[in-house]
Structure formats: C-alpha cells, structure tokens
C-alpha cells in the first residue's frame, strides 16, 4: 500500500488523526521531529480542545489574537466560503458544535435543541494574521485546518529537501512525485469496500463525511452555521484541488452549497455522495465510479 | 434590458434542463412505491439492476434506455453547443453524461469546469479486489473522535 519505490515510511499519531508520510527514502530523525514540531505548533493555535491554545482567549470573552502567517490563507478561504454557503461554513461553528456536544470534554450531551452560530458580522473580524471578536465566540477552523496543515508539513518538507512525498492525514493528503497514486474512495457505508479509484499526482485529495463521527440522536459534526443543525442531504464527499487547504475546505463547503456555486471560484473536481445514495461528480472524474 | 433574438436558443437549452429535473424528480416520487412484479421493489440499487424490465418505463410512464440531445446557447464568442445523454432503467434517471462541444478556448474552460456527470447509485467493489496505493475516506478520519466513543460506550455499558 505504499507509492511503487518509496522505502520512506514515517507513521505517527496527532491531532487525533494517523499520519503518515512516505517518501523515497527514510527521513531523518530529525526531519521527523521537525514534521511534528508543525503539527504541534498549528494545534497550540488552533485547538478548540485546549484551554491553552491560542484561539481559547476568544472563548472566554473575545478580545485580539494574533496567528502565524498562514493565517491569512486560512481566514480569507473561510470569508470566501462563508459567502458562496450563504453563511452555511463559518469559523463560529463552534459555538453550536459544543452546544450538541461535541466540546471539548467530548461529553457528547446535546445541551439543547440546535442553535445558529454567531453571525460573521463587524463584531468579529478576521483581518490578515488578526482576529478581533468583541464579544465571546468558540472558533472551529476544522473543516480547513487540517489540509492547511497537511500543506505546512508538506511546504516544510520542500524546504527541508525532500520534494518528493506524500503527506496523509487519516485519508487526506498531497502528493508530490514523478509517480501516480492510485486512491480507492471508500464506501461511506461499508468500509472495507470502495465506490471508484482515483488518480493523484502533485495535487490534493480530501474527504469529508457525516455519517462515521456521529453521537446521540445521529447528531455529527458537519453544521449548517446559519441554522445549527446537522447537514443530512449529503453524506459524503471527496475533493481534488491544488492544495489541500482548499481541497478540505471545500469537501465541506459541498454539504452546503451545490458544486456549481464552489466552481466559480475555485477550481477543483469532486464526488459528492447524498444520503439516497446518488453520487454527483465533476466530469474529468467520469471513469473513476464503479 | 432583454436581447430577445438570443433568447430561443437559450431558452432550448434552459428547456432541455428543466426536463431533465423533472425526470429526476419523477423518479423520486415513484421509487418508493413498488412496481408491479419487480422483486426487490423500485428502491433498489438502480445500477445494479442486471435484467432490464421488460415493461420499461415504470409508473413514470418513459421507456428505458439511453437517450441523447444536443443544447445550444449563444456566448459572446457565438453559438455553442453542449450533449446530454440521459439513461433511464425502470424509469429512473441511472446516469447522466454530458459532451462539452466547445468551439473557442473560453467555452472549452468553462464547460470543462461546469460539466457533471450523476450515478443514481453508488456501487461498491471490495478494496481486497482492487490495486490501490491509499483509501480516502470517513473509517480513517478523526481516530481521536473514535476513541472517545468507544470510551463512552465502554463507560456507560459498566
């Protein structure tokens, strides 16, 4: 199951998700420790599961946080999808995803029906590496972060001299090589079965799925913002964009916005499963269904 | 404001899309209900239906099959065309394909971007059986989130 060729194999748990990174030949100890240091360094950020992260200020009272430089990207994506879902992808999601119970204490006890989240107007502002909020919001960057992060660790490795490599984070994941990979796209209701097999090379591929991460009542993670609750018309989907921040995001912008809207600005392909079973997919992906 | 001598031509094709929903939404009142003599009901798995219904067609009242048509639409750059074939088993949508019939580079990018394809039914074909370096997908996302539930539900079994 690994890339024809590549010996490299580094395999490590974090963010809650399996990495594993595979690369000609064997990285270095010390790269390794450095690939962690990344990941480790945009959690301290990020985390909305940490009382110490950076963003937790926001939490208990709004006021000024300042993020890395990769910040900018992140926030200016989030504005962009924020207005082509109507409001449906927010940063604020939060809010709501604690109120079901997904919180930090993963107590999983809705504490009430579904509520919106904060809107995104001039009390909270996300300008650049800055976010200003002037009252108290939880941020959930989850359905961009971790692409972001899978292209910080694969930036990191070009600079570090190994090029070539494919960097994957429980399933999504960049590729940078000379080699094709060949992806099964699992079945979003049987696992050990796969719907197609596609193609990557020097591109992202990421997915998103509602119906795995699921708790009380079939409740799961992926919210309408506007509303709160939980987006059931889609059950899965899988992204290929340039880079998987964008490729993430927009795995879940498609459980709330239809793909056209997404296409006219970005560009990528897509398979969008419903929960009928339908699968609608972008047309250069036509082969790759069963 | 309106152009109304470009009109018809968009009109075809705006024409040609309203009908192709209306076959999709068609499908979807009549699937709940069993059609007569079919075995597992019209809720079945469309694509894998192997045997074609000999009585086609279905309470839709459209004959099985595939079936093809060409819309045109003027751009700035002139006229444009683009193919739809549409196959209908049991009288529902099973796929759509559409055929990009561009003439300048402009239409080429666009239609390229915004041409989709539907399957009515997802299939599944075991990983055992394919070639495949890596699987994308939700069994492998969030071990952290798993494990938590498993703590949960081991917690509230004792």
Same mark, same amino acid.
């Given at each position: 199951m ?13 963010i ?12 270095p100890?010390e790269?390794?420790?450095d ?6 360094d945009y959690d301290?950020v990020?985390?909305r ?5 950076r ?5 208990s ?13 992140l ?5 962009t999808?924020?207005?082509l879902?109507?409001?449906g ?6 809010g709501?995803?604690?109120h ?11 504490q009430?029906p579904p509520m919106p ?10 300008l650049g590496t800055t ?10 960057v ?7 992060l899978v292209?910080?660790?694969s ?11 494919t960097v994957?984070?429980?399933g999504?994941?960049?590729?940078c090589g000379p ?7 699992e079945?979003?209701?049987?696992p050990?079965?796969a ?5 990557l ?9 509602s ?13 309408d913002?506007?509303?709160g609750?939980?987006?059931d ?8 964009a340039d880079d998987?921040?964008v490729?993430?995001?927009l795995?879940?912008a498609l ?10 600005e970005?560009?990528?392909d ?16 036509a082969g790759?269904?069963? | 404001?309106t ?14 899309l309203?009908a ?10 009549a699937?709940?209900t069993p +059609? !007569?003599?079919?075995g597992g009901?019209?809720?079945g798995?469309a694509?894998?239906a192997?045997?074609?219904t ?7 009242g459209?004959?099985d099959?595939?079936? +093809?048509?060409?819309?045109?639409y ?5 006229e ?9 088993e049991?009288?529902i949508?099973s796929?759509?394909?559409?055929? !990009? ?7 080429e ?5 915004? +041409? ?8 599944g074909? !075991? ?6 370096d890596k699987?994308?997908?939700?069994s ?14 081991t917690?509230?079994?004792?």
């Amino acid at each position: 199951m690994s890339p024809a060729g590549w010996s490299g194999q580094f395999s490590f748990d974090a963010i809650g998700t399996s990495w594993r990174i595979d690369t000609p030949g064997e990285l270095p100890p010390e790269i390794r420790d450095d690939v962690e240091d990344v990941i480790r360094d945009y959690d301290a950020v990020y985390s909305r599961f940490r009382s110490d992260s950076r963003i937790a200020v926001l939490a208990s009272g709004g006021g000024e946080v300042n993020l890395p430089p990769s910040g900018e990207a992140l926030g200016t994506l989030y504005r962009t999808l924020h207005r082509l879902t109507r409001g449906g992808m927010s940063p604020l999601v939060g809010g709501p995803l604690e109120h079901l119970g997904y919180d930090a204490g993963y107590s999983f006890t809705p504490q009430g029906p579904p509520m919106p989240a904060a809107a995104w107007d001039e009390s909270f502002q996300w300008l650049g590496t800055t976010i200003r909020s002037r009252r108290p919001v939880t941020l959930d960057v989850g359905a961009a972060g971790k692409g972001q992060l899978v292209d910080l660790v694969s930036e990191y490795l070009h600079r570090a001299g190994h090029p070539h490599h494919t960097v994957d984070a429980g399933g999504d994941m960049r590729h940078c090589g000379p080699d094709t990979l060949r992806i099964a796209l699992e079945h979003p209701y049987a696992p050990d079965t796969a719907i197609g097999v596609v193609d990557l090379r020097d591109r992202a591929l990421c997915a998103s799925a509602s119906n795995r991460r699921r708790w009380a009542d079939g409740l799961h993670h992926v919210l309408d913002a506007t509303t709160g609750h939980c987006v059931d018309t889609v059950v899965a989907t899988w992204v290929l964009a340039d880079d998987a921040l964008v490729a993430d995001a927009l795995a879940t912008a498609l459980f709330l916005a239809p793909p056209e809207v997404l296409l006219t600005e970005f560009d990528f392909d897509y398979v969008r499963i419903s929960s009928e079973g339908q699968a609608l997919y972008s047309s250069s992906l036509a082969g790759a269904l069963f | 404001m309106t152009h109304a001598v470009k009109k018809p031509h968009q009109r075809w094709a705006l024409t040609g899309l309203a009908a192709l929903s209306l076959l999709g939404s068609a499908a979807c009142a009549a699937s709940p209900t069993p +059609s !007569p003599g079919a075995g597992g009901g019209a809720g079945g798995d469309a694509a894998n239906a192997a045997e074609p219904t000999s009585g086609a067609g279905g309470e839709a009242g459209y004959t099985d099959g595939m079936f +093809s048509a060409t819309g045109s639409y003027q751009t700035p750059g002139g006229e444009e065309s683009i193919g739809v074939t549409v196959t209908l088993e049991s009288g529902i949508v099973s796929d759509v394909q559409t055929e !990009p019939m561009p003439s300048n580079g402009t239409t080429e990018l666009y239609q390229g971007k915004f +041409s989709s394809g539907i399957r009515e039914q997802i299939v599944g074909t !075991p990983l055992d059986d394919l070639s495949v370096d890596k699987v994308s997908g939700s069994s492998l996302t969030s071990g952290g989130f798993r494990t938590a539930i498993e703590q949960i539900k081991t917690e509230a079994a004792q």
